[in-house]
């Protein structure tokens, strides 16, 4: 019997500690229909969702508990439906650009966005430039430790 372990460049960031699990989470609006609030991106609840209303420049934001070293974050995409919303994505850490995501995402889609190089802050920023809604399940923010490399 053969065992086969296939690993991805992004391994490190999939299965890496959330340092926002369980934080508290702002938004720039929510769906009051559904109630799709904030705190549900970080609740560890992929049937949960974050939606914001159909908005200009619609934002995400956590405040993590100490500054920290940040190599990327990991999207889990709603499951449900509307998976094409996610596109258009531009995360900051510390006010300094993180990562971008063109989409469109897709329903359930695990998307890992690796910083260009590890950042610094407190506050993480998830923004979808342009007109639209903002919606995912669960965003993961990962720490950078001492073995950072920038493999794609």
């Not at 802050?121 to 007109?131: I, N, P, Q, R």
Request: aromatic share 6%; glycine share 10%.
């Amino acid at each position: 019997m053969v065992t086969i372990c296939l690993l991805t460049a992004d391994d490190d960031l999939i299965s890496g500690e959330d340092l926002a699990l369980g934080l508290e989470a702002k938004q720039s609006s929510w769906d009051k229909t559904y109630n799709h609030v904030s705190q549900n991106g970080v609740d560890g609840v992929t049937k949960s969702i974050v939606a914001t209303q159909r908005d200009s420049n619609p934002y995400w934001t956590v405040e993590l508990q100490k500054e920290e070293k940040i190599k990327g974050v990991v999207f889990i995409n709603r499951v449900d439906c509307c998976g094409e919303r996610f596109n258009n994505i531009h995360v900051m850490v510390g006010g300094k650009e993180c990562a971008t995501f063109k989409g469109p995402g897709s329903n359930g889609e695990i998307i890992p966005l690796r910083c260009s190089h590890p950042l610094t802050g407190k506050k993480v920023e998830v923004t979808l430039k342009g007109k639209g809604i903002l919606s995912f399940a669960e965003i993961k923010i990962i720490a950078a430790d001492g073995k950072y490399q920038l493999d794609r």
